[in-house]
């Protein structure tokens, strides 16, 4: 699928789009749209739960702490997960701006993400201080029956990390990526049993986040049960409206 042009002329206007925040329930479209946006601004998408998964496939310490609680759905402690965020944030590639896909996902997440985001700008110049604004929060807004369909049938690129769906985005050829050929595979997290203690998880830990960034005004709600590119047209139209203010 490739990103419209009518929204952004190209990449290379190399503007300065200040942090997006995807917002959702496991399974709601994070990672899909994430990967579009990115595509499209020129900017990283940064997903805790890919980094986490890079730690589980290396084997390192945070890698071991953390598969444990992966594997029954719980969310790992905060600290252990921003301590790899700003680790991640510091990287060059994040002085356009970024994408955070599954972060934050807890209240404390996102008081110490503010107060990273405040830190950061002191001492910038106008451009350094657009990169590190105060985030736009894009809430996917997915009906449960569809979350678990899209759960059940999701498959991914070990190769590229390109999404697909075998109900509803098959690749053209089954079990293969498109892009590269490599055969696809799905996580071990997206076990019905897990996924029911995914979903408990943010329904406890990470709604609050709605109150949080909409009380704040920067809370935008976006329909996430329609097809991927109308979806990501809405999404595209608020990250406009914000960087237009
Ligand atoms: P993480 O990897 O972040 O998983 P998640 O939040 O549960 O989200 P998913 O990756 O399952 O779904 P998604 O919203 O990205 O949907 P996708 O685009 O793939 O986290 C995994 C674990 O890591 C957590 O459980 C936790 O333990 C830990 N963790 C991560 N971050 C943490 C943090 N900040 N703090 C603490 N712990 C943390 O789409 C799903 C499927 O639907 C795909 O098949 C796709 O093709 C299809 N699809 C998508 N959109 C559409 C559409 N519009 N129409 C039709 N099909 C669609």
Known sequence: MTAPTTVVSSVADARIVGPIILLGAPGAGKGTQAKLIAC???IPQISTGDLLRDNVARGTELGV????????GELVPDQMVQDMVIGRLHEPD???????????????QAEWLDKFLEKEREGKDAAG?????????????VD???ILQRIAGRRSCPTCGRIYNVYLQPP?????????GATLVGRPDDREDVVKERLKAYEQQTLPLVDYYSSRGRLIAVDGDLPVEEVMRQAFSAIEHVNRL
């Open 65 to 72: 702490a953390a598969k444990a609680l992966m594997n029954k």
């Open 94 to 108: 994040c002085s356009r701006g970024f994408i955070l896909d599954g972060f934050p996902r807890t209240v404390p």
């Open 172 to 180: 053209k050829v089954e079990g293969k990526c498109d892009v590269d």
């Open 129 to 141: 201080k657009a990169a590190y604004a105060a985030p736009v929060v894009i809430q996917l807004q």
């Open 40 to 42: 499209t601004y020129g």
């Open 144 to 146: 449960y029956n569809l």
